[in-house]
C-alpha cells in the first residue's frame, strides 16, 4: 500500500491542493504566513494525489485563555484529509509531520482545539498520545471565506490537548528524514 509523504508546502502544490480539497484562500493565506515564517503549512501526498493539509501556527495563540496558560506553545491547526482517503493513515502522518518538525526545532510541546462535537478527531488525537490540557473548555473562532469575499469568523466550543515533545538532533537539510518529511520549502 503506498505510505502517506508530507512535506511543507510550495508555491507549486497549491493549485492541486486547491482542486483536490477546497479553501484555497485559506490555503494562500497560511502559505504567504509561512514565507514569513509565521507558521508552516504541511501537505500530505498518497502517491501523485493530494490527500490532506496541517498547519503549524507558530504565533501566539489567538484565543486568550491559550494564550495565558501555554505561552509560546505552537498550535496544529486546521487538520484535514480528503473525504475519500480517510483512515489510511494521513491524519496521523500530517500530525507526526508537525510533531518530528517541532521537536527538531527544540520545542517541548504541542497544542491543538478541538471541537467538542468532533469526537473522530479527538479519538485519533488521544491515540497520538495528546491529554487534555486541565483548564476547561475554548472558545474559538474558525475563519470561512464565503464565494463572495466575505470572512465569517463562527465561534467553536473546543477541547484543548497538549502532547509534550522529546527534542531530538536536526535530520540532515538534503534528502528526506525517516518519516519521510521533506523539509525543502
Ligand atoms: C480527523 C481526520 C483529519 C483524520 O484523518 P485520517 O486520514 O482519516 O486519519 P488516520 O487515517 O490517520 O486515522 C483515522 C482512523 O483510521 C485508522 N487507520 C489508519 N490507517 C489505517 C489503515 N491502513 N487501515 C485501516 N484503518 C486505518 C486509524 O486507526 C484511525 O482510527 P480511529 O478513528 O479509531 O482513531 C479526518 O477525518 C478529517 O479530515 N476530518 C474532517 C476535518 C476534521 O475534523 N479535522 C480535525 C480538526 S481538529
Redesign the pocket.
Known sequence: ?TEPHVRPARLADLLPFTAAIGDGDFLVDRLMRQRNGLGVLFFAWLGTRP??DVYLWLEEAEERPIRRHLPGVALL???????D???????????AAVEQYLAECGRERVA????TD?P??A???R?LGYRDWGHGEVICYARATLPDGRVLEEPEDCYVLVKDLTPVTPAPRSGSSPIGVSRGW
Not at 486546521?78 to 473525504?83: A, C, E, G, I, S
Not at 482517503?85 to 500530525?95: I, K, P, T, Y
Not at 491543538?112 to 471541537?115: A, H, I, P, S, T
Request: glycine share 12%; charged share 15%.
Open positions: 500500500m490527500a490532506g491547526t486546521h487538520l484535514q484529509v480528503r473525504p482517503l480517510r483512515n489510511l493513515g494521513v491524519g496521523a502522518a500530517l500530525v491543538l482545539g478541538v471541537r468532533n473522530a478527531a479519538r485519533l488525537y491515540r
